[in-house]
């Protein structure tokens, strides 16, 4: 498996990502989660929106859970040809329990905690902690990849005004 280090920071120390490094023009692997209700969700699901993919380490951290609710906020200024995805290393059982507690229910939350399978897929598997890398990745209606935001200090949010601003011009 492919590594780079000291790409990411978690206060100011470097950590290793893990995974095959996704660019701007790949074509967005196809990876499969778990949805809160346990059943499987590929990524190929959300074909024919623009996916704005969300990573976070765990929304039971305050950045992760500030990221989150930020999105669902702007989710329904965005018009039904956008979906946004929450990725985490988060059970099931927890993702669905926070969304409840946040009111959160305009993003859709899945798990990479079985296989890490989007972490690797994606190259933001935090290889010392096997969490998830705070990242957004924007793909496009064909399942292209048209911007990535990897945020360098895993304890800092991400320009949200750049996220959206790639998200407008795709729809």
Wanted: aromatic share 6%; charged share 25%.
């Amino acid at each position: 498996m492919q590594e780079r280090s000291g790409v990411i920071t978690f206060q100011g120390d470097p950590l290793t990502l893990a995974g095959t490094e996704v660019k701007v023009g790949d074509s967005a692997p196809d990876v499969e989660m778990l949805g809160n209700d346990l059943s499987p969700v590929k990524l190929s699901s959300f074909k024919e929106k623009v996916c704005i993919i969300s990573v976070v380490a765990s929304l039971d951290t305050s950045v992760c859970d500030m990221q989150t609710r930020k999105f669902n906020e702007v989710a329904g200024n965005l018009g039904d040809n956008v979906v946004i995805l929450t990725i985490s290393m988060d059970l099931p059982f927890a993702q669905a329990r926070w969304c409840g507690a946040a009111g959160v229910d305009k993003v859709v939350t899945l798990s990479d905690y079985r296989d890490a399978a989007f972490g690797e897929a994606y190259g933001v598997l935090i290889k010392e902690l096997r969490l998830l890398a705070r990242a957004i990745f924007v793909v496009d209606k064909d399942g292209t990849v048209q911007y990535i935001q990897l945020v360098k200090e895993v304890s800092e949010e991400p320009d949200y005004e750049d996220v959206l601003g790639a998200v407008k011009k795709l729809v």
